[in-house]
């Protein structure tokens, strides 16, 4: 497996697309000398425009013997020398090699055909030393691939900023994900106001499930202007936020799960149809909190909806779908449309929704259903920019859910 890291700015080499990648730093030695019994690298002056970090990777190329692939830098001794936390083989060698330094751009080593060495179950750490720009959108297209927002020193995962600078005319998405299995996580897609399309894309996974996890999509608000758009089956995504874009969630097939996912002030639907989705909030979006809702025997527990435009859930209801546990308030709709004989419902709750409670009972009949409750949720903060959606003492919803797993 091999690391590629992708960086706007110099630790020693400038950050470019015609270097090899593979490591942040860029000494890019030929012909230094290593010391097994001190794990010490030499080459004279070469270190000399270096600040130590702990934490520092170098990547070793070549030379007699050593084992190439990232070591971690121990010590800058002076400025032709540096330590490493590993031995990297051979018998002091004099003809060690090392890497040239960054890519300079996300989508040059996301895709195979600009990063002609990526293949299967390599990683790409997108550095978070600036915004990174994407001008013809970011496309990883290979199997098990893991991209992810790391520090500016490609160390340890962070949230990283890409923006999207793309005219309008020419459409696209800000990140297609074509291949199966992979991880995408810890980035931020923002500003892109010109985004026809979707923000992140997945395309044809063949069902092997590619995850999305602490992913950002924002201002995505021109064309469609979807957040996440999810086009084929078997997708998860955690803990990720889409907010002021047309539509937040757009996952319309099946086997797609959200857990623990935000979609708020988006202008249209916060989240439109995964089949399963666990501990999601939808808040101060312009239409529907979730619609679409539970199809192919899916499941909707936990999942709050507050001060949403339209409906705070808009259920499709196929082959028994189970709500559960989840609060609908101060909605433009209904708190709940959809709910009938074909669906297991239980234990909902609803407050303040301008239609009612939902559009197949009236509100008492509601609250006579099982577990089901109304009252004000109490809620820790509803303040615009500082929502905070725990029930306080005395809410209705404390002590009011089922165990969606035991019924009890």
Known sequence: MAVYFVK??????????????????GFDLSGATFTNSTRTLNSTGD????????????????????????????????????????????????????????????NHAVNSSNNTNLANGDEV??????????????????????????????????????????????????????GDRSLIQYITVSGNYAVKFDTFFLGNNTGFP????????EYATSGLGRGFRGN??????????????????????????????????????????PSYCYGCISY??????????????????????????????????DDMAVIANCSSSNNGGYGYRGLNDASVFTNLHSHANTSGHSNQYSDAEFVELPGCVSGDPLFASTTAASEDFTPQAG??????????????
């Open 47 to 106: 270190f000399s425009g270096y600040t130590f970090t702990a934490g520092d990777l170098i990547y070793i190329s070549g030379g007699t013997g050593v084992t190439t692939g990232l070591y971690e830098i121990e010590s800058k001794t002076d400025n032709d020398n540096i330590v490493l936390v590993e031995d990297i083989g051979g018998t002091n060698p004099t003809d060690v090699s090392s890497s040239d330094g960054p890519f300079l751009t996300p």
């Open 210 to 217: 590619t995850t999305y996890f602490r992913c950002i999509a």
């Open 8 to 25: 706007t700015t110099a630790i020693v080499a400038t950050p470019s697309d015609s270097n090899d990648g593979l490591d942040p730093i």
């Open 284 to 317: 101060a979006n312009g239409s529907e909190g979730f619609t679409g809702m539970g199809r192919d025997s899916g499941q909707v527990i936990n999942c709050t909806a507050y001060g949403n435009g339209g409906d705070g859930f808009a259920i499709a209801i």
């Open 232 to 273: 084929t089956t078997d997708q998860m995504y955690i803990d990720c936020t889409a907010r002021y874009c047309n539509i937040g969630f757009f996952l319309n097939y099946e086997n797609i799960a959200a857990f623990g996912c935000k979609a708020h002030n988006n202008s249209g639907d916060g989240f439109n149809g």
């Open 125 to 178: 750490r997108i550095c978070n030393d600036g915004v990174h720009f994407l001008t013809t959108g970011m496309e990883p297209n290979v199997n098990d691939v893991v991209v992810s927002g790391y520090n500016a020193r490609g160390t340890a995962v962070e949230q990283v900023v890409i923006a999207k600078d793309q005219g309008e005319s020419s459409g696209g998405n800000a990140i297609r994900q074509y």
């Open 395 to 408: 809410s209705p919803l404390l002590n009011a859910g089922i165990d969606a797993g035991t019924g009890a």
